[in-house]
Structures are given as C-alpha cells and as structure tokens.
C-alpha cells in the first residue's frame, strides 16, 4: 500500500471513530507519524539487543499506536511479535518480522 493509501486510511479511521475533523488530523498526524517512527526505532534498537521479553514490549506499544491510527494489518505483525518475544520464542524470525512491519510503515515517514 502506498504512503498516499496509508494516510487516506489513517485519516478515514481517525474521522470515523474519534469524529475529527479534517482540520484536527492535519494538525495531529505529522505528532502521530512520528510517535510511530520512534517506536518503530525503538523496537529494531530492542531487537538489536536480542532481549525477547523487551522486544515483545516494544511490539505491544506498536501494536497500540497502529490501532490508534486504524493500521490493523500492520498491528497483526505487532502483534505476532509481541506474543512470540513474550512468550521467549526463539524459533521465530523476529528480524523478519520487524523488516516487514518497518517496509509496510516507512513510506508514511517521509510524510511527517
């Protein structure tokens, strides 16, 4: 999905669940990127330091922020990562699963 997609998608859900207006998004969206944009670098710091319990944290704070922004698909991933690191999985390919999170997030970066 496109940075154009993801922020139409962002905007439609931030309308229709906390009726704001389009005024009030534009003034919170580029705040709400990059609170996304930290947590995305804090979960590849965490996954550098190879602590699953903390990994599954920073993944559960990403999951947050991606459903407060309707970004249910990326949230899955979050997700996946928060229950595998929790639960100290080491057969999961977290690097992986941070790559995918951060190509699907990124392009919504340039955009803040």
Not at 9 to 32: A, D, N, R, W
Not at 52 to 69: D, E, I, P, S, V
Request: hydrophobic share 40%; charged share 20%.
């Amino acid at each position: 999905m496109s940075a154009e997609q993801r922020i139409h998608q962002i905007k439609t859900y931030l309308c229709e669940h906390f009726q704001l207006s389009q005024e009030q998004i534009g003034e919170m969206l580029p705040s709400f990127i990059t609170t996304l944009s930290t947590h995305m670098q804090n979960m590849e710091r965490v996954l550098g330091e190879n602590d699953l319990l903390a990994l599954g944290k920073a993944g559960h704070t990403m999951k947050g922020a991606l459903l407060n922004l309707g970004l249910s698909d990326c949230a899955q991933l979050a997700l996946r990562i928060e229950e595998m690191g929790k639960a100290g999985d080491t057969m999961t390919d977290y690097a992986a699963l941070v790559t995918d999170l951060r190509e699907r997030i990124s392009p919504l970066f340039s955009l803040a």
